[in-house]
């Protein structure tokens, strides 16, 4: 049976969600490649991968796609790593930079704006370099490790997920993982179940030690921090809020005419046991 092929993302958030595909069991099932957020939707629309973790902005775009249930990238409160930047009052902001490597995080953007702000600015997509960014613009959302490491006392920052919980009192989910569904035929792996297992695995206390202790070093940041961003800041299970707020993202996005309406969110189904 030929490997089925992942396009995955190398942020922080999703470390976890890869251990079994790098360290575990499914390293020998598929075939791994990195990219960005975006770019991760447009693998599956062209049928360069099987499985990716889209943004939930492209789902709205790409078609032929069914979710892999039980995992998602999500925060119920302040995510750290999805800010709105400024040396300005939000009320004094009129054009805004958007680093476009995140469809969910602009669209969310777009949306507090809109709905929670007021409308009326102006946006640009921009290479992410905060320095860049605010040289032309009056805020520029920064996200991923990036928002992460960023000196947050030499700036003005709104934590865009800790935004949408106090306007909606739901959960934000910027990203989970899709399968196309011609993929499906060529494989008799429960997908779920491997998926959700390299989640809880790479989430084990000395696994979880291990991201930490590699990631510090990488983001200049304590242990400590990592280790609670990936505890208190990052959600990984699809719950059934979490599908509420995804919902309520679509409605919103749609109704401001930034994505396509989203009719039904279609999850893949439990494959019976072989016998």
Sequence with gaps: MARLRLSAISYLNTVPLMWDFERGPARDT?????????????????????IGI????AYATVSGLEILPGVAIAAKGPVRSILLVSDKPIDQIDRVALDSSSLSSVALARILFEKRWGGGRKFES???DLEAMLARHDAALLIGDRAIAL??????TWDLAEEWVHFTGKPFVFA???V???A???????LAAVFQESRDHGLAPENRRWISRVWAQKLGLTEAAIESYLTRNIHYIFDRECRQGLELFYRYAAELQLLPPVRELHFLSARPALT
Excluded: M, N
């Excluded at 598929?30 to 991760?40: A, D, G, L, N, R």
């Excluded at 000196?151 to 003005?156: G, H, K, P």
């Design 30 to 50: 598929f075939e791994i490649v990195y990219t960005v957020p975006s770019q991760c939707a447009q693998e599956l629309a062209q049928g360069h991968a099987d």
């Design 54 to 57: 889209i943004p939930a902005a």
């Design 126 to 128: 921009c290479a992410p």
């Design 151 to 156: 000196d947050r006392s030499r700036y003005q």
């Design 176 to 178: 989970f993982w899709a």
């Design 180 to 182: 196309r569904e011609q």
């Design 184 to 190: 499906l035929k060529d494989t008799t792996l429960d």
